[in-house]
């Protein structure tokens, strides 16, 4: 079955930077957009970036500029550099896998397969 996990999660500080990663195993990775979602508790899940199969990047407009979104097929991983982070990037993130989508989408019901989310805090 399709297995997705993330990794790289924590508290940093408002300005401090965070890599996250997902690991994907039991598809054929290089086929799948792959998303980052993020959720507050109490709020809906939002679309944070996505990397489509042939590699072009999508952000939401609230972290263009600062997070940066990559894949590499040769490992079925996908990263999300995230810079210059702030209190209100802090949620629950999560991967996911997309295969019939192009370039991408925005929309959490495109997604097929899902991680299990990494907590990232950050403190002011």
């Known amino acids: 079955q399709v297995q997705l996990v993330e990794s790289g999660g924590g508290l940093v500080q408002a300005g401090d930077s965070l890599r996250l990663s997902c690991v994907v195993s039991?598809?054929?990775?290089?086929?799948?957009?792959m998303g980052w979602f993020r959720q507050i508790p109490g709020k809906e899940r939002e679309f944070v970036a996505a990397?489509?199969?042939?590699?072009?990047?999508y952000y939401s407009d609230s972290v263009k500029g600062r997070f940066t979104i990559s894949r590499d097929n040769t490992k079925s991983l996908t990263n999300l550099q995230k810079n210059s982070l702030k209190p209100e990037d802090t949620a629950v993130y999560y991967c996911?896998?997309?295969?019939?989508?192009?370039?991408?989408?925005?929309?959490?019901?495109?997604?097929?397969?899902w991680g299990q989310g990494t907590q990232v805090t950050v403190s002011s």
């Open positions: 990397v489509s199969w042939s590699d072009g990047t």
């Open positions: 996911a896998a997309d295969r019939h989508s192009y370039p991408y989408s925005d929309y959490e019901g495109a997604y097929a397969y």
């Open positions: 039991g598809c054929t990775f290089s086929s799948y957009a």
